[in-house]
């Protein structure tokens, strides 16, 4: 069984950073694009960047310039540094993977979620 773990977020302040982290763990044949995505309250979950698994990136409009995807492919895992923070990025944070398992499966699994919130 594949499973995402995400970790790294919290409260912080306007203008400031955070970092969250996502690894994938199980029966992983092969890891393609690895992306973020958010909720915020009573609105529609939003693409927020994607990693290809060659690095190619996509940003939504609304954090080009503020955050940065990366991934690192010996760990499987998916980084999102966000940067000059605003209280409108405040929103749950959700992980997904696209890859194929050891029995040649696709798959599409998101992970639990990690809050963020930036409030003064």
């Known amino acids: 069984q594949v499973q995402l773990v995400e970790s790294g977020g919290g409260l912080v302040q306007p203008g400031g950073s955070l970092r969250l982290s996502c690894a994938a763990s199980?029966?992983?044949?092969?890891?393609?694009?690895m992306g973020w995505y958010r909720q915020a309250p009573g609105k529609q979950r939003e693409l927020v960047a994607t990693?290809?698994?060659?690095?190619?990136?996509n940003y939504a409009d609304s954090v080009k310039g503020r955050f940065t995807i990366s991934r690192d492919n010996a760990k499987n895992t998916v980084y999102l540094q966000m940067n000059s923070l605003q209280p409108e990025d405040t929103a749950v944070y959700y992980c997904?993977?696209?890859?194929?398992?050891?029995?040649?499966?696709?798959?599409?699994?998101g992970g639990q979620g990690t809050q963020v919130t930036v409030s003064s």
């Open positions: 990693i290809t698994s060659g690095g190619s990136t």
């Open positions: 997904n993977a696209d890859l194929y398992d050891y029995s040649g499966r696709h798959q599409s699994i």
């Open positions: 199980g029966r992983i044949l092969s890891l393609m694009t």
